[in-house]
């Protein structure tokens, strides 16, 4: 098989795009946060159920779009509905994937860390680390809290290394009394 000029150059053109494009995708990398760091952080905290998800286009990227209805608000002040914007999708045949971005399923009930966007909406503080899911036992009717990054490795600088740090399984009466403290906590004290 003999290559031309023309076809060596396309090859190549087509293999430094390529080797750019894997350069230019990177892992999430989350730095560890603390409920009181993750208190002091936020604008608004709030136990919220999801009502509806939607995903669009806009400035070139596929956002998800979720509107909760705030039933607790433990700091800031809310809304009748909160909406969310996070990175990431599925529009039409095409889905973004984010690594460490949180998606919500209608009807489930959360405890959103939030900071305000500039488009007016919020975001979740530090995605996985800023959503806490609420599970209640069947039988005793206790509500629990297991924090996304429970299952996702966050980055420790301290000790230089990655590690699975997220709160499970505590009460969720447990995390409201550390965002109350970390409330009361001057922010340059927080772990």
Same mark, same amino acid.
């Given at each position: ?12 053109s ?6 750019l494009?894997?350069n ?9 946060m ?18 509806? %998800? ?5 400035a ?7 509107a ?15 909406n ?8 039409? %045949? ?5 690594s ?7 009807g489930e009930e959360v ?5 305000p966007?500039?488009?007016?909406d919020?975001?979740v ?5 800023g ?9 005793t009717?206790v ?11 966050t ?13 499970r ?9 550390q ?8 922010p340059g004290?927080?772990k």
């Amino acid at each position: 098989m003999k290559f031309t000029v023309e076809s060596r150059r396309c090859f190549v053109s087509v293999l430094c795009v390529s080797l750019l494009l894997c350069n230019a995708a990177s892992p999430t990398t989350l730095a560890h946060m603390s409920v009181a760091k993750l208190t002091q952080s936020s604008r608004l905290i709030i136990r919220a159920r999801c009502v509806e %998800n939607k995903s669009a286009w806009e400035a070139g990227e596929i956002w998800t779009f979720t509107a909760l209805e705030p039933t607790e608000t433990w700091k800031g002040s809310a809304q009748s509905r909160v909406n969310v914007r996070l990175l990431g999708g599925r529009v039409g %045949n095409l889905t973004s994937y984010v690594s460490g971005v949180p998606r919500f399923r209608i009807g489930e009930e959360v405890v959103l860390f939030l900071v305000p966007t500039p488009r007016g909406d919020f975001s979740v503080v530090s995605w996985v680390q800023g959503t806490f899911r609420i599970h209640q036992d069947p039988r005793t009717g206790v509500e629990t809290v297991t924090q996304d990054s429970a299952s996702f490795d966050t980055f420790d600088p301290s000790a230089k290394t990655f590690v699975s740090s997220g709160v499970r399984d505590i009460s969720l009466d447990e995390l409201h009394a550390q965002v109350t403290a970390a409330l009361i906590q001057k922010p340059g004290a927080q772990k």
